[in-house]
């Protein structure tokens, strides 16, 4: 469909300034496995290998042929797409085949509960919303029990056996002079912790999640991303996350030390009323990527993992596992979390799962912390549709066929990848920082041009705009299309599909030198501005 020249720009127009300015303004006609085949100036098709991979949702490559073939077939068969509110066996047989993969990766027999939705995003959005009414019920249950204590506490004072001491008394934070009265004395006791109770309670659910987080950029879970320039416009529609230092020790217990809350109850020990202290779900959930995507291919470690995992169960508060980039087997595991010792109450999936050709998400939630209720308060038109449902299947038996080949290959050619982008770093020490990321999730971080000699650079990395004139060249030049991890704009993502041949690891490497020796040079051979 060629876009007629004297058409009116009408969709993001503005982005499309932004594509032309890294020379990334290109039209892509035709795709199958890693090859994205762009539209040439004379019209002819010009064959790119894609490295950006649909942003990690096209594991298996583009246009798959098997799963092509058979969303033909369904087509052909006439296949329900929108049967809302009805039995949906197919959505089922999807959570079924989840949860046998999930069981063996995290060898434990918990079900988890599937609700369906259409991106990555509105599965977090779903993850939070479930967290909250999980939160709020929980609170409501604590707040019952703390009544009932201080029901039973009334009932010893009147009949004799209780009494109030001073160390409770001032313990409630009561400076008035305790009533001489037992049963006066309680009731102002109570009094206090109610409305103490009642403060507490009413405090705003605060998320927890890593630096360098990407979770959407919907309402709620673009709170729950760290970048701010997509968070700050929005920061007063939505519960508000606290960013948590990645990987470094203690600091997941000292956030939570400082929003953690406490409903005070009341127990009859030895004929004196005393307060006891009990833990309110004020912090709702902690989300985490294990290998940040987005926020420049950031893994997790084990420690840290282990940290979040014990601090919040400590406090009983979940841990939602955002898998949707780094899931699917793209790292070598179908989990990537599982490969770091964590063990999700709630875990979200998208991209991949669609097989690089429907839009489909879902949100697990561990049987235990499972909310049925949730099921009649939150639903989607198009969510678990029987198209998506049956096609996501196929995926799940494409990569788990011959006992996890595609896993294997993506560890396997993940490998050749990674290796060739340290003997990139090793031979440009000076412009390459690092290489991160596992399977074919990986990233190569470059140093910051902020004073480099050629002003076109230094403005571009002053505006965070570095990485796109790199993918810019390297699309120009090289014929590769990647791009930087958007909130991390110095390094270039590679999440290439588990098609991927040593001739186009071949290629971007001789790109990616290309790039090293002109930044090397110094700019005396420009990067191929547009
Ligand atoms: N969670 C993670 C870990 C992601 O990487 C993304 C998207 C989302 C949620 C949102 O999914 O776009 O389907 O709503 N990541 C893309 C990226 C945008 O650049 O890595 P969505």
Redesign the pocket.
């Known amino acids: 469909v060629a876009t007629e020249p004297d058409e009116p720009q009408l969709a993001e127009p503005h982005l499309r300034a932004v594509l032309a300015s890294a020379g990334l303004d290109v039209e892509y006609v035709r795709a199958e496995g890693n090859t994205l085949h762009m539209r040439g100036e004379d019209g002819r098709e010009i064959p790119v290998v894609d490295f950006a991979g649909g ?2 949702s096209l594991l298996l490559g583009h246009n798959h042929p098997v799963i092509t073939a058979y969303a033909k077939q369904l087509l052909d068969a006439a296949t329900p797409v929108h049967a809302q509110f009805s039995l949906h066996p197919e959505a089922n047989r999807l959570a079924v085949a989840l949860n046998r993969i999930v069981r063996r990766e995290l060898g434990d027999d918990e079900p988890y509960l599937a609700i369906f939705a259409n ?4 599965a ?1 959005e779903a993850a939070v919303k479930h967290a909250e009414l999980d939160r709020v019920l929980r609170l409501e249950a604590q707040l019952e029990k703390v009544g009932k204590s201080f029901e039973a506490a009334g009932y010893a004072v009147r009949g004799g056996k209780a009494t109030v001491p001073d160390t409770t008394w001032e313990g409630a934070g009561l400076t008035a002079p305790r009533p001489q009265d037992p049963t006066e004395a309680l009731g102002v006791l109570v009094d206090a912790l109610t409305r103490r109770n009642a403060e507490q309670a009413a405090r705003p659910p605060v998320f927890l999640a890593p630096e360098g987080s ?3 950029k919907l309402v709620g879970s673009v709170q729950l991303t760290h970048n701010e320039a997509y968070r700050a416009p929005f920061k007063s529609l939505a519960a508000q996350a606290r960013f948590v230092p990645v990987n470094r020790p203690g600091a997941v217990q000292r956030v939570i030390d400082e929003e953690r809350a406490s409903l005070l109850g009341l127990t009859v020990t030895g004929g004196r009323v005393e307060i006891r202290r009990h833990e309110a779900p004020v912090i709702c959930a902690f989300i985490l ?1 294990p290998i940040q ?2 926020g420049g291919i950031q893994e997790l470690t084990r420690e840290f993992a282990e940290e979040i995992q014990s601090a919040c169960a400590a406090i009983d508060c979940p841990v939602v596992v ?1 898998e ?2 780094s899931g699917m087997g793209r790292t070598g595991t179908f989990l990537a979390s599982s490969d770091i010792g964590l063990r999700g109450d709630y875990y979200t999936l ?2 991949s799962l669609g097989g690089g050709l429907v839009k489909t ?1 879902v949100l697990l939630v561990r049987e235990s912390r499972y909310r049925g209720q949730f099921e009649l308060i939150h639903s989607s038109t198009f969510a678990k549709d029987g198209f998506s449902s049956l096609v996501a299947l196929k995926v799940l038996d494409l990569v788990e066929a011959d006992g996890g080949a595609v896993y294997r290959e993506a560890g396997e050619r993940g490998a050749r990848l990674k290796d060739m982008l340290h003997a990139v770093h090793k031979d440009y020490p000076e412009v390459v920082k690092d290489v991160r990321g596992k399977g074919l999730m990986l990233g190569i971080e470059f140093h910051d041009q902020s004073d480099a000699p050629a002003p076109p650079v230094q403005e571009a990395a002053r505006a965070g705009l570095f990485g796109y004139l790199l993918a810019g060249h390297l699309l120009r030049g090289h014929r590769i299309r990647t791009f930087p ?2 909130s991390a704009a110095n390094t270039l993502r590679f999440e290439p599909s588990v098609l991927l041949t040593d001739a186009e690891i071949q290629q971007l490497d001789t790109g990616l030198r290309d790039i090293c020796d002109i930044v090397r040079g110094n700019y005396g051979r420009p990067l191929s501005l547009p």
């Open positions: 942003y990690g991106s990555g995003a509105e977090n990407f979770h959407g990527e995507g987005e955002d949707i980039q998208a991209k998400s991890t958007a």
